[in-house]
């Protein structure tokens, strides 16, 4: 089955007390399969944003968790920042990572919310793709007024009602927004000055709701510990409104009211494809580092709980699997993933490359289960053994067969690519990991195909091998 990977970025209304968010933190590392990705916290706003990852379940149980906490440490009656809130955990927006789609983070959603209210007794509201009227669509028309005019209007004003729960308002804790979306970038740039005035004129000239750009919320807001105003931003789709574009745009807003622009930073992770949209403007990003960038935050969370050393410690075992076939089609996803390197860099598209690997990755996994059957039918009784054998040879020598026409398609895809020369050694290297990879599932199918009396299904297999040919 393909992997499912589904992300969580929960904001919580605690910003300066780091003990407290220690205690959220922990609840969520908790969590088996899980792994946080990021935390962040601001004094000014008062709020801290945690980013985690992992299959739908065990993210949803995370989140519960995060919010039982939050609830039992937060009193939103003391609670005073420049960040809007409804909720001590103010918002908790599911979004598709892989494997997975927004439909299925709305039913998420749903059922994370039946369960906050049954167990908590905070009542739920949804947004974006989860939203279940249109002004709920967008996060600001729920949170107007914030907590103090929740507390007064929840069960008395009808559009106050919230969509999971009954009309009472929790009383430190406020209610919680849960939702599903595409990624959102937080982006804020930070003005040379303490005018928030100023701030606020330059967010209502690029938000959309007031004329602006598309996919662009933004408001202003005061760093009191920095003395300066701030231009608070949330990217709902940075592929059709990009940062760069909004970045500018702020600049020459500030410029026409004499203020210069003195930074700008990033609230959590941000996909590879943003920054190779935005590079030129990489460096005046405040707190830009690698290690900020989504995909490669999972990579190195994934590599942690296994991945390459844990693969080659258990190909050097003493034992049948993994083995040959698994190392060919390791080979094999290693030449895809350089495939899509070098179509990257390129500037081409790399989709059929990564369709590869994530084909070649399994094959690794499903030619150590196909031998395993093999070897727990040799184990059967003999009277009994016969058409098991036959059977389990028979996905023996399909596994390897498959990564054979793959990796033959593969090759004759590189062997196609247009790349500049710059990029050619590791166009070569990946073309010499798909031979090698051949080379090695072959013979795999060759001795299963050796012990396999089905003639029709040898036929059907040489067939096969001679189309790749």
């Known amino acids: 089955m393909p992997r499912q990977l589904v992300e969580c970025v929960p904001n919580f209304s605690e910003g300066r007390d780091a003990a407290r968010i220690d205690e959220i933190v922990r609840t969520i590392l908790a969590v088996p399969e899980v792994v946080l990705l990021d935390r962040e916290s601001d004094a000014d706003h008062n709020r801290s944003v945690l980013t985690f990852v992992g299959p739908p379940a065990a993210v949803a149980d995370a989140a519960f968790r995060a919010v039982e906490k939050a609830v039992s440490l937060i009193d939103l009656t003391k609670h005073r920042g420049a960040h809007p809130r409804i909720g001590a955990a103010d918002v908790v927006p599911f979004i598709p990572i892989e494997g997975v789609t927004l439909e299925d983070c709305v039913r998420l959603a749903e059922r994370l919310g039946a369960e906050i209210w049954n167990k908590l007794k905070v009542p739920v509201y949804f947004y974006e793709a989860a939203a279940k009227r249109p002004d709920r669509v967008n996060l600001e028309n729920i949170r107007r007024g914030q907590f103090e005019a929740l507390v007064k209007e929840m069960g008395t004003v009808p559009e106050r009602r919230p969509d999971c729960g009954d009309a009472v308002c929790h009383p430190t804790a406020g209610a919680v927004v849960l939702g599903a979306r595409k990624f959102l970038i937080a982006y804020n740039i930070n003005l040379g000055t303490p005018d928030v005035g100023i701030a606020k004129k330059i967010a209502k000239t690029i938000r959309f709701s007031s004329g602006g750009f598309r996919y662009v919320k933004s408001m202003g807001v005061t760093l009191a510990s920095r003395n300066l105003a701030q231009v608070s931003i949330n990217l709902t789709d940075f592929e059709q409104t990009p940062m760069h574009l909004v970045y500018e745009t702020v600049r020459r807003e500030a410029e026409r009211y004499g203020v210069p622009v003195v930074g700008s930073e990033i609230v959590g992770l941000i996909p590879k494809k943003a920054i190779e949209m935005s590079a030129e403007y990489f460096l005046r990003y405040e707190n830009f ?149 051949k080379a090695g599932v072959l013979e795999n199918v060759r001795i299963n195909l050796d012990s396999i009396q089905d003639e029709s299904f040898r036929a059907s297999v040489e067939s096969r091998l001679q189309a790749c040919r």
């Open 289 to 437: 580092r690698p290690e900020l960038v989504l995909e490669h935050r999972i990579a190195e969370a994934m590599t942690s709980r296994g991945g390459l050393p844990e693969f080659l410690d258990a190909l050097a075992a003493p034992t049948a699997t993994p083995g040959g076939g698994s190392a060919s089609a390791a080979a094999a996803a290693m030449a895809a993933a350089l495939g899509a390197m070098v179509t990257r860099l390129a500037k081409q598209d790399s989709s059929a490359f990564e369709d590869d690997r994530h084909f070649f990755t399994d094959a690794v996994e499903r030619d150590a289960e196909a031998f395993q059957k093999v070897m727990a039918a040799y184990k059967r009784p003999k009277d009994e053994r016969g058409p098991f054998v036959e059977e389990a040879l028979h996905g023996a020598a399909e596994v390897p067969l498959e990564v054979f026409e793959h990796a033959s398609a593969m090759q004759a895809r590189l062997e196609c690519l247009q790349i500049p020369a710059k990029f050619g050694s590791d166009l070569a290297v990946a073309k010499a990991l798909t031979v090698a990879a």
